[in-house]
């Protein structure tokens, strides 16, 4: 699940949803339909790296359906899945609060997508640039970076 968070920054519910008919095996694309994303108006498809791909074969026929196992009602899907969560993390002796959850590896994602040169905006599928850069962008992992990084492929001569 973690690597589908890390290689998408799709939100939690939506990842809670996703379906093994959803995913074409033999390119690698996750098609995500928009009823189960926030807002319910825009669909989303993915490119899945052979490592991500290769940790999903591991759970292939473990449920029938869904990707990842979701025994929770519907109603409190997410409730259940962080309460779960937190324990988990309380157990491994790592952080656990608010700010380490899931939500953690969508900011990363949207991070590292942004350091590498990407519109993390678009790919977070924000309305807003304001959102992304108030809400999702860290600074340590993304800039700013210093003008003279930027000038010295410009004044190549010095």
Not at 29 to 49: E, T
Not at 116 to 135: E, F, K, M, W
């Amino acid at each position: 699940m973690h690597y589908v968070f890390l290689f998408t920054g799709e939100r939690t519910s939506a990842t809670l949803d996703l379906k093994w008919e959803w995913l074409d095996w033999s390119t690698g694309w996750l098609s995500v339909p928009a009823n189960v994303r926030k807002g319910k108006r825009k669909a989303q498809r993915y490119h899945l790296p052979q490592k991500v791909l290769d940790k999903l074969k591991q759970l292939d026929g473990v449920t029938k359906n869904e990707i990842f196992a979701n025994p929770w009602k519907r109603k409190h899907k997410t409730g259940a899945f962080y309460q779960r969560y937190t324990r988990l993390l309380k157990r491994a002796g790592l952080p656990h609060g608010a700010k380490w959850k899931p939500q953690r590896l969508r900011r990363t994602f949207g991070s590292y997508l942004e350091a590498a040169g990407g519109d993390a905006t678009a790919a977070l599928g924000h309305a807003s640039r304001r959102t992304t850069v108030r809400s999702y962008l860290d600074v340590s992992i993304c800039g700013p970076k210093p003008p003279a990084e930027f000038l010295g492929s410009v004044f190549n001569f010095i």
